[in-house]
Every structure is written in structure tokens, then in C-alpha cells.
């Protein structure tokens, strides 16, 4: 019996073989016309694992005579790549080599550096991959001279196929009459995340996990695969892209009103274990998204996070989507938001002047004679408790940075003010 992971048995060795990556490979698309073009650029495949950046690497090896090198960015050395480049003017390497680095982003710079020469002279043809987005990981150096192709998560709807041929295989493989509970398949494609590799690792973990009997035959169930598959479709790593993604689609959900969406974003971040990121997200959100057309949802919002944090998970969940739908179904308004990115950049570019004198502390001696707190009006003196001073300084003295937003509550309070002044 083979001893090899199925999933390597599986691997496919053409294109058309290949699950899912329809934006890059089906026909007609850039990848597959670059391959077929048999012209390889240097290039880097950016990605979550098991989805078959290393097969159409290795695909591409094949399809273009090149001699097939891999090296794992977490054990390469230095040593490793130079031993690759002594073997440039051998007989194998006269049709070229493909150098393929998995895990890219953890070379380090020299390591990386140390391949730029070849890559321009076009000895080595580099194929790297990640995990984490390259341009924040890979040197510039290094992603100037190649492609960048995203490959995706693998629907559920291309997983299935790999799936029931796997089990056939493995059938074949461990010489076992394998039955399936009806659903396993569709199961498994639903709880593998989008990582074939998972998918076809749960068949043969399934498969060997269930009884054999009298007849020689398994059944295979579904409560069998959900125990192996379990939390197995959560890729989530708190200082990768997948951290940030995540709150990045949490917080635009809530922008954009849709409290369906931002659920559902919220229960990925609290199933891996996350409770303080939907905590600031959602404090942040209340001012930045909602703020002056609910103001009362920033109270709200923190009394929900403070409930969370005393309560801690799994019951945590239930303020965090009070406070998640509440700010879903909430007005909004980013007048807050643009007001104070707007002063800011006042001052960090140099657009302030000097504080006008009669608003200028005035509790001191000596302030008199600098005419410090001289002329200032205090409002409460005065009718509806406002009178027209300058406050801003000079040189910015007509400056706008609030604008009133186009809701009930910032209306209603512009036209107090335009009433009153």
C-alpha cells in the first residue's frame, strides 16, 4: 500500500484538473495563457494553503521541460539557493529551472536578494508562494521583477468533485469497499474552508477511522466526518491577513447597514477565540460611522463591550450583537470623522497660527501685561448662551471642518444654531 497523503496521490497534473481558480486558469484567463505560452515570468502565487499554488507550479514545471526546484522559505538557508545556482550549467538544466519557494515570507532579505541576479538573466525562473499578502512581506526588490496571481479559497461546489474522486481512490488505495452516509461529501466541501488539501486529508482520515466490516466494507458517516472536520473550516490567524480581513469586512458591514453580513463576520472573530477586536472595532465604528446621527449609541455600545468583557465568551456573544445590530440598523453619519481628519491635517501640515490673544489663559500674573484673556466675552452672559467671537486663530479664522450631516439629529441642531446666529 502506498504510504503517501492522499492528497499528494490526488495531485493533479494538468490545468484542467486542477479544483477551483477559475479567475486564473480556466481558458482564456492570464495565468493559463502565460502557461501555455510556455514564456514563464517570475511570479508569485498569494494565497491560503491547499488551494494548488504548489500543483500549477508544479504543472508548470512539466508543461515547460524545466528542471523542478522547491525550496520552504521556514528551512531554506542562504547555502540552499547557492547549491541551486552551482547546478546552472548542468546537462539537466540546459531547458532552464524553476525555483519554487513556498512560504516566501520567511526568506530574509539577503535570502531574497540573493536571487535578483538570476532572476533578470533569466537562469532561474522563481515561483514563490505565501500565505500573507507579499506586499507586505515580500521586498520590493524581489516583487518588481514578478507577477503577483491571488488564488482563492476553493468553492464548496468545486470541492465536492475532488471529493467523492478521493474516496474512490482511496478505496482503491486501502482495498476497502468504501459506502457514505448520504451528505458526507457535501460536508466535507462545506467544512474544509475552501482548503482541498483539508478536504482530502478528512476522506482518508475518515475513511480509516471508520469500522471495517465482516465483508470487508466501511460506512462512513456523517457524525464520523463532523468530528474530524471540526472548527477545521475557521483559517484565521490574529497577526496574518486573515485577522484583518476579517474586521475589515466586520466594519464595512456595519457601514454599510448590513446587520446579516456583520453577524456573520462577528461570529467568525468569536468562534477563533477573538474578543477584543470586535470590542475596539465596535467602539470605533459607534463615532466613526454612526456618531452625531445616534449619538447615544456610543454609551450603548460601550456598556455592550464593557458586558462582554466582564461576561467573557461563549456569553459574550449576545451584547456583542446587540451592540452589532444596533449600530447596523442605526442612522449614519461620518461628519465626525471628516471634522477631525480635517483638523488634523491642519496641523500636521503647518496650517495653524497663534492662539488669539483673548483666549489666552488669563489666570496668572504678569497675563495683563501681555494682554492675555483681554477683550474675551463670556457666552453665558449673553442671550441663548452665544455671542460672535473669534476663536480660531488668524490665519485659518474662516476655516470650515464640521459639516452637519444629512440626518435628524445634526438637522435639527443646524437649524438651532442658524436660528441663533
Known sequence: MNNSPLADFLRPKSLDDVVGQHHLIDKGRALRTIIESKNIPNMIFYGPSGV??????????????????????????VSDIKDIISSLDGFDSQTGVLLYLDEIQYLNKKQQQSLLEYMENGKITVIASTTENPYFYVYNALLSRSTVFEFKPVEPIDVINAVKRAYTLASEKLNLKIKLEEGVCELISQTCGGDVRKALNCVELSSLASPVNKDGSVFIKIETVRELSQRSSMK??????????????????????????????????????????????????????????????????????????????????????EATILLCTAPKSNSVVCAIDAAMDDVKNGNFGDIPAHLKDSHYSGAEKLNHGKGYQYPHNFKNNYINQQYLPDSIKDRVYYEYGENKNELAAKSYWEKIK
Open 52 to 77: 494548488g499554488k504548489t500543483t500549477v507550479a508544479s504543472i508548470i514545471a512539466s508543461e515547460t521541460n524545466k528542471r523542478l526546484y522547491k525550496l520552504n522559505g521556514t528551512s531554506a538557508s
Open 236 to 321: 484565521y490567524d490574529r497577526d496574518g491577513d486573515q485577522h484583518y480581513d476579517i474586521l475589515s469586512a466586520f466594519h464595512k458591514s456595519v457601514r454599510g447597514s448590513d446587520e446579516n453580513a456583520a453577524l456573520h463576520y462577528l461570529a467568525r472573530l468569536l468562534v477563533a477565540g477573538d474578543l477584543i477586536s470586535p470590542c475596539r472595532r465596535l467602539l470605533a465604528i459607534a463615532s466613526e460611522d454612526i456618531g452625531l446621527a445616534y449619538p447615544q449609541a456610543v454609551g450603548i455600545v460601550k456598556s455592550c463591550v464593557d458586558s462582554a468583557m466582564q461576561l467573557g465568551l461563549p456569553e459574550a456573544k449576545l451584547p456583542l450583537a
